[in-house]
């Protein structure tokens, strides 16, 4: 698909670091290369940069360097470059989408959206970057006047997932730089040409050598750039969304030098239909949230808990319309589900289905890997799955499967439903369905998570704060929130005034 790019130049492959497009410095841990695979086809389709410990340390110095000058503009002005960042972005639209299915895998028309989707966050934050208002306080003793200026927290390192290889960069990079920090990024290792393309983009639009800098790393060298990161007292925020284990390392890792930190973790969403929903509207609701990106969002169902009385009807209705979705290579434009990211990805998944057969669910349709002639390519796919009579004790009520696999499980009261949504670690996103005014306000008080769909499937938005609670993180994107994130309150105190 690549060689289809109008402008073949897009196709970077090396760090970009102080303004300069530049190969990764010989690593302590040779090679300097990383392979990025198409998972539908299983071809290497770049060889990219694998950075070490030198590449990070050359980021941050240029981050650091950038960041008085950066952090001096006024809002406006990072506002303007922003806003031309963002007409690039739309303008490359197609192009952008073309990298993104190239190296993840969705269909081409879910990259354009996503392009999109990214795309929405860096027009908000533009918009944002010149209302960063500070207060005025009503001084307690005569005499003095209190004021507190919001500040950029300075150097910020962004460490972003493949499942939105542009959206995902674009919501942490925008804000950082509308506040005024600098930034270093680090994209995911099976995801580093979308986030390359982007920057060249930022490029184009003239910000200025330092103020963002790209550094791409393999798995295994990918804890050496983050090390250097996470041990440099330059660097004053680390953005992270990908596993709760990172995340919690990230934290751990980070007290030595009390970092700010904003980490959007794993998630294991409930999605609960009660016995007064709209069951087409609670199927195409569910139909959205799960099966987007083939199900590999932090913010899918994992859990889909229907009233007993409406169970049998739903599960009929969503069994249909799962087995007629079509699973294909992001090239054949019929895909509406493309391949998983990678093999240890679908091990995972079918580990899942396979222990949840084992502990007695039934498989109402999908439940097995799909590989040629049923799909084309030598991609790694997963039928869409749903599973009946699941429970808790199954890998996949503990878990975040990430990939196609609705399991329904069965609950009888409100109470009942709410017990089991919220009887897990993390709190990202929730669902529900309920036509019952009174309901819905008591569920959404009490469902435990950072973002409540309530007869909706489709949550997300640059204008609403997006993170979890518990174990799935803290920290906000999007909205006023996600820029709050990226500044610190400096509060003065001016006296001697009568
Ligand atoms: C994620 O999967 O982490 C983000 C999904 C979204 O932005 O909706």
Redesign the pocket.
Known sequence: MLNTLQRAQLLRTQNFIAGEWQDALSSSLAPALLDVTDPATLQTIARVADSGAGDARAAVDAAHAAFPAWRDRSGRERAQLLKRWHALILENRDDLALIISSEQGKPLAEARGEVL?GASYVEWFAEEATRTHGDIIPEPVRGKKLMAVKEPVGVVAAIT?W??PL??IA?KIAPALAAGCTVVAKPAEDTPLTAAALVMLAQEAGFPAGTLNLVCASREHTPEVVDVWLADSRVRKITF?GSTPVGKHLARESAGTLKKLSL?LGGNAPFIVFEDADLDAAVEGLMVSKF??GGQ???CPNRVFVHTAVHDRFVDKLATRVAALHVGPASDERSQIGPMINERAVDKIDRHVRDAVARGARVATGGRRLSSPDVSGAGHYYAPTVLVDAHTSMALAQEETFGPVVPVFRFSSEDEAVRLANDTPFGLASYFYTRDASRIWRVADQLEAGIVGINEGA??AEAAP?GGVKESGYGREGSRDGLEDYMHVKYLCQGGLR
Do not use: G, Q
């Open positions: 989707y997932p499942n939105f959206a995902m919501r969304t959007e987007r990106n969002t932090c913010v949550l997300a997006f």
